[in-house]
């Protein structure tokens, strides 16, 4: 008996069913029958990711580098001045054009925050206060400090121009 019954059974079992696409079948709900789970397919890392680990790799690999070559301060201006003219002057442009780059990067972040601030007080979040309250709270606080900072200082050359002008006109009424 038991042998027969294996045979019947040899067909049958809890595996997934593997459709012609490659794919198990589901229920309908999304959940697959069966008790092991197909792994998801992994694209690997992100570009932001691969970014920072390059970065952090670059940065890894010179210190370590200065480290090993026993790098003291003055060397690469030492280095730099036995160089080639047309080198240097090579290096000159590079350091004129990074010079440059760094200069629009830095304009370009700063309308990018100015944009970033403009439609994240678009976003309400409850009540009313929006994005911008909660993410640009510290720098709003440092322009109303400047702001009340410049007014107080404003109102203390006012006073102190009206305290001279008092002074002048009793000084003019005394002499007369």
Not at 18 to 45: F, R, S
Request: hydrophobic share 45%.
């Amino acid at each position: 008996m038991s042998g027969e019954a294996m045979k019947r059974k040899n067909g049958k079992g809890k595996g997934k069913k593997i459709l012609l696409n490659g794919h198990a079948e589901t229920n309908g709900n999304g959940v697959t029958p069966g008790g092991k789970h197909e792994k998801a397919d992994v694209g690997g890392a992100g570009l932001c990711t691969k970014l920072s680990f390059a970065i952090l790799f670059l940065s890894f690999a010179l210190t370590t580098t200065l480290f090993m070559l026993d790098y003291k301060e003055g060397q690469l201006a030492q280095m730099a001045s036995t160089m080639p003219p047309e080198v240097q002057q090579l290096a000159k442009k590079a350091d004129a054009a990074a010079a440059a780059l760094n200069e629009n990067i830095k304009k370009i972040t700063a309308q990018a925050l100015i944009k970033a601030e403009e439609l994240s007080k678009k976003v309400p979040i409850g009540g009313d206060r929006t994005l911008a309250d909660i993410i640009f709270a510290s720098s709003q606080k440092e322009a109303k400090a400047a702001a009340a900072k410049l007014a107080a200082e404003k109102a203390a050359a006012e006073k102190a121009a009206a305290a001279k002008a008092a002074a002048a006109k009793a000084a003019a009424a005394k002499a007369a």
